[in-house]
């Protein structure tokens, strides 16, 4: 996991409430992901950046917002449009989007 | 459509015992590929790649991957299992055409090694 820090380690949310994912890393990395794992099935992205002020939506970004302000932070939103938030997500960085993702430890989000 | 199938939920190997955990691709040209796995409730950690050259590609922990153009196959593969081996165990690939970057992952198959 070593240089990318995600907290807190487990969020619960209430209905209607939107929280916040915290992301960082000190790699020095250019791109940032974050993906969404839910049981029996393969990682999915729903944000990425390539470069700081920059982002793009994966395959999964409704109910979900980001930012990059900081090559060093990419926090994710879950907002309350989003209705299934339960699941494990992952932040991970790489030198540039064809190169290799390192990942965070995740956190667990669960709803009251 | 680019996909990557892992097709087995589950593999169970006694410990000593070489292990395989499976993996076959789809990509509309030349993939770059890549094994990660995962201990419970932590993220991914980075095991091997195969970009181009060698089809058999060595990693961390001692495992290796083969990689089979014709049968468009990436493997995992080590030698002696061991114990600490256990985890989930993530295939995914990229193709290297395109401005497509994005990664697609299989649903993941869990080793369990038995002492």
């Known amino acids: 996991d070593g240089g990318i820090t995600q907290s807190p380690k487990y969020l619960f949310r209430k209905e209607g409430q939107n929280v916040t994912l915290s992301c960082e890393q000190n790699l020095n990395h250019d791109a940032m992901y974050w993906y969404r794992q839910d049981p029996g099935q393969g990682l999915r992205l729903i944000y990425y950046?390539?470069?700081?002020?920059?982002?793009q939506k994966g395959d999964i970004a409704e109910g979900y917002s980001v930012s990059r302000e900081k090559k060093e932070s990419f926090p994710l939103t879950v907002t309350s449009a989003q209705k299934n938030p339960t699941a494990f997500y992952l932040c991970?960085?790489?030198?540039?989007?064809?190169?290799?993702?390192?990942f965070g430890p995740g956190t667990r989000l669960l709803v009251l | 459509a680019q996909s990557v199938a892992q097709p087995e939920d589950q593999v169970n190997v006694a410990e000593g015992n070489p292990l395989t955990v499976k993996c076959t691709y789809s990509?509309?040209?030349?993939?770059?590929l890549f094994w990660y796995v995962q201990y419970p409730n932590r993220g991914l950690q980075f095991l091997l790649k195969?970009?181009?050259?060698d089809n058999l590609v060595k990693g961390s922990y001692g495992f290796e991957a083969e990689f089979n153009k014709s049968q468009t196959s990436f493997h995992l593969k080590k030698p002696s299992a061991l114990v600490s081996d256990s985890a989930l165990y993530f295939c995914a690939v990229r193709d290297i055409r395109g401005s497509n970057y994005q990664l697609i992952w299989g649903a993941g198959t869990k080793l369990i090694i038995k002492p």
């Open positions: 991970a960085s790489s030198t540039g989007l064809q190169e290799t993702q390192y």
């Open positions: 950046s390539q470069i700081v002020n920059d982002f």
């Open positions: 990509v509309s040209g030349n993939p770059y």
């Open positions: 195969y970009i181009t050259g």
